[in-house]
């Protein structure tokens, strides 16, 4: 992580080490102030996703890119003609494409070190489609129930940390600090989302 005051630096292991302690912090505040339960659910989607982009993304750093963006960008990186060509746009895969491409052995570095169950895969839905809704709010009232919400938050932690702390790929790539603050915080997450 960066000491300078003056600059930021974010890459997407310390968006992932975000999205957890963020989680962490607020655990405990959920129970007395459901009102940040959003930001529980967007943190979570953010660190499953942020952790499958590290798993995924292999030395070119393309391979969470969708198909297209990863076509163009490897044809822009092998051409011999690079500085009269503009870099073209890159986007990043979908969230159900990254879920699929995670738990094939062939897309990730290290092998498929995590495998979605049936009841897992419900509970990532009904995750992505809260978030979804949290981050597209429309003028409603809007009731949930806390227990599926409490499981999907489970998944994802459960999902992030296999993701993370189990791939020798991102252990590699990780700085010691980012690993320890994301160590704790699944630690102290896990405490309120099992």
Not at 76 to 96: G, T, V
Not at 169 to 184: K, M, N, Y
Request: aromatic content about 8%; glycine content about 4%.
């Amino acid at each position: 992580m960066n000491d300078d005051p003056k600059h930021l630096e974010f890459s997407e292991i310390t968006d992932v080490v975000a999205s957890v302690h963020l989680i962490a912090m607020l655990a405990e505040r959920v129970a007395q102030e459901p009102i940040f339960w959003k930001w529980v659910v967007l943190a979570a989607y953010s660190g499953l996703q942020g952790a499958m982009v590290c798993n995924l993304g292999g030395t070119s750093t393309l391979g969470a890119l969708d198909e297209r963006s990863k076509s163009s960008m490897l044809e822009f990186l092998e051409s011999k003609d690079q500085d009269n060509i503009k870099s073209p746009k890159h986007w990043l895969a979908n969230f159900d494409a990254l879920l699929k491409w995670a738990q094939d052995p062939a897309r990730t570095p290290d092998g498929a070190i995590w495998k979605l169950t049936k009841e897992q895969r419900k509970s990532l839905d009904f995750l992505q489609h809260v978030r979804n809704e949290f981050t597209h709010f429309k003028a409603m009232s809007w009731s949930i129930e806390e227990g599926p919400m409490i499981r999907a938050v489970h998944v994802a932690l459960e999902a992030t940390e296999r993701l993370m702390l189990r791939s020798p790929w991102v252990r590699r790539h990780a700085e010691g600090d980012e690993l320890e603050l994301l160590e704790s915080s699944l630690a102290k997450a896990r405490q309120t989302f099992g």
